[in-house]
C-alpha cells in the first residue's frame, strides 16, 4: 500500500488573489479536494498527509476522506521543505521502503488509470517513477532581446507531472541532501537526480494539468465538469 503526500502550504503568488489558489473551487469543491480525492480513491492508497502554510484558515479540518485517514502538518516556504514535514508526519507503521506519491495540490484532473501505471512502474524500479508528458511543441530559446536565438531538439524532452512516486527512505535521503548542499529541488525527481539515479517516466494523461493561471482555472474546471 501507499501514501500519498500533499504539500499544499504555497500561497499562489503567481496566481494572485487573496486566497491560495489550492482552495479556489471548481466543479464544486476546492482543486485541493480533488487532488487528494483522486489520490484516496484509488485503492492501492492507504492515507494521506497534507503539508499546510502554518495557521491556514481555510482548511476544513478534514481527519478522514474517502474513509481514509488524513493527516495534517506545518509546511515550509519551499516545496521540498513541505514535503520532508509530510515525511515526518507519517505514521510510525509506514515503513521506509513503502512507496509514496507526491501530488500538487493544485493539479485536481488525475485519472485511476494514471495512479495504477505509476505504483506498477514504482515498485518495478527501486530508483522511483513519475508521471511525465513528453513534449510535442517546437521549442525556442531566446535571447537578451527576446528574439529568437536557436530552435532546439525536442526529442527525449519531456514536462514532469505528479504524481512522483519514491520509497519512503530514498525520497527523505535525496532532500536532505539538496537541503544539505543548498539546494532547491523544483520536484522530487529533481533531488533524487542528484543521488546519480534515473526515475522511470511514465508516461501520463496530457489533461493532468496544474493550476497557475486563471485560464488554467478555467480549463481544469471545464474537464472535471466533463469528466
Known sequence: MSWALIPAAGRGLRFGGARPKQYLEVAGKPLLAHAMDALLAHPQVEGAVIALAADDPYWPGWTTRRGKPVITCTGGGERADSVLAALEALPASVADDALLLVHDAARPNLHADDIGRLIAAAEACAEGAILAAPV???????????????????ERLWRALTPQAFRRDLLRRALLAARADGVVATDEAMAVERLGLRPRLVEGREDNLKVTTPADLALAAFLLENR
Open 136 to 154: 510535442r511543441d517546437t521549442l525556442k530559446r531566446a535571447d537578451g532581446d527576446g528574439r529568437i536565438a536557436a530552435t532546439e531538439p525536442r
